[in-house]
């Protein structure tokens, strides 16, 4: 409802309003939902999330005329939802030059007044794009704080042992001696 009655208020003022926007609003309950389940089942949130985008359009597709051009603009304001919560290094500076950034914040915004996010995110965020370089450094989190804390690596696997019939060849399939 905040979507629609903000949109209202964007039409009053003569401001331009995204289809995309206005769908993302609309379905990101859905696609929330589905992602939660997925989580819950032990998927990793990416790659959660990505399939409950894809579960979501398509499901609502069959009921919806929703343009194909609006997908990719939905789906990047979702993901940057969980990318607002990470706020130490320069991931916070990588966000702001996304290009999609202002929609993905105004959507925060609208889940910030709808007490889905707690209102301190938004707020962080909308200082922080405008603070000075002196200020933004003051406001990063210690790496290892919150949902974005810094992962360790996983070494990449040894490759397996040949086996005893190819230990023996060459790349090209002959038998070296």
Not at 28 to 52: D, I, K
Not at 154 to 164: E, L, V, Y
Request: glycine share 6%; aromatic share 8%.
């Amino acid at each position: 409802m905040l979507a629609l009655k903000n949109t209202d208020e964007r039409l009053a003022q003569e401001k331009s309003v995204s289809p995309a926007f206005l769908f993302a609003a609309l379905l990101w309950h859905e696609v929330l939902s589905v992602w939660n389940a997925l989580v819950a089942q032990g998927e990793r949130p990416v790659g959660a999330m990505h399939t409950a985008m894809d579960e979501v359009l398509a499901r609502q597709k069959k009921k919806l005329a929703i343009p194909h051009r609006h997908d990719a603009v939905m789906k990047e304001i979702w993901l940057l939802q969980q990318r607002f919560d990470q706020r130490s290094g320069q991931r916070p500076y990588r966000l702001l030059e996304q290009p999609r950034f202002r929609a993905g914040f105004d959507f925060l915004l609208l889940r910030c007044a709808s007490n889905e996010v707690d209102n301190e995110l938004g707020l962080w965020w909308d200082e922080f794009q405008d603070a000075s370089e002196a200020r933004r450094q003051e406001m990063l989190q210690p790496e290892g704080v919150g949902a974005g804390a810094k992962k360790r690596r996983r070494k990449p696997r040894k490759k397996p042992a040949a086996s005893d019939e190819q230990a023996g060849q060459t790349t090209d399939g002959q038998v070296s001696e």
